[in-house]
Nanobody, 120 residues
């Protein structure tokens, strides 16, 4: 079994900060890519920030300069530091990971989601 456990969501005023954490647990060969998506009510899920399989980081334009993604490989975790939060950042944030459970076979796993609410 592979499980992604998220934490760090909450309610914050505009301009504030939150730090999200996602840790993978279970039996797997490797974590090839890992990052965060979000989904606001009535909107499609969108990529927020991601470590690609090539080891580079990717951000959606709306969060560049405000959010920073980092990985803690020792803990099989990914962190998302969110600064200068805006009401439009309000969404459920989902951790996503491309994990190889056996050799080169890779599957996408999702966390349960953590709510981030930014008030005006």
């Amino acid at each position: 079994q592979v499980q992604l456990v998220e934490s760090g969501g909450g309610l914050v005023q505009a301009g504030g900060s939150l730090r999200l954490s996602c840790a993978a647990s279970g039996s797997f060969f490797s974590i090839n890519a890992m990052g965060w998506y979000r989904q606001a009510p009535g909107k499609q899920r969108e990529l927020v920030a991601y470590f690609t399989s090539g080891g580079t980081t990717k951000y959606t334009d709306s969060v560049k300069g405000r959010f920073t993604i980092s990985r803690d490989n020792a803990k099989n975790a990914v962190l998302l530091q969110m600064n200068s939060l805006r009401p439009e950042d309000t969404a459920v944030y989902y951790c996503n990971a491309r994990i190889a459970t056996a050799g080169p076979y890779e599957y996408a796993y999702w966390g349960q989601g953590t709510q981030v609410t930014v008030s005006s």
